[in-house]
């Protein structure tokens, strides 16, 4: 059983930063890929950014060059660092790994922006 633990999120003005955290219970070089997803209530739950094992990254259009996402396998760590954030960025933020036909969720973190 694979455990993803989210962290790092919190309440901020709009134009702050957050960086988000997710650590998984298994060695990280397993999964092919890692993600994280957001879901605003009554939306479904979306693609933000995503990082292969290579370390090929992919960014939803509403967050190229505000979010990063960028991975530490000595740690077994995966990092979303949100600048600029915006009202709209606030919804529930998931870890995501996908080891072949496997995916696994983290709980989530919630992270809200005021304007």
């Known amino acids: 059983q694979v455990q993803l633990v989210e962290s790092g999120g919190g309440l901020v003005q709009a134009g702050g930063s957050l960086r988000l955290s997710c650590t998984t219970s298994r060695s990280m070089s397993v999964f092919s890929a890692m993600a994280w997803y957001r879901q605003a209530p009554g939306k479904q739950r979306d693609l933000v950014a995503s990082i292969t094992n290579t370390g090929r990254t992919n960014y939803a259009e509403a967050v190229k060059g505000r979010f990063t996402i960028s991975r530490d396998d000595a740690k077994d760590t995966v990092y979303l660092q949100m600048n600029n954030l915006k009202p709209e960025d606030t919804a529930r933020y998931y870890c995501?790994?996908?080891?072949?036909?496997?995916?696994?969720w983290g709980r989530g973190t919630q992270v809200t922006v005021s304007s």
């Open positions: 995501n790994a996908v080891e072949i036909v496997f995916s696994y």
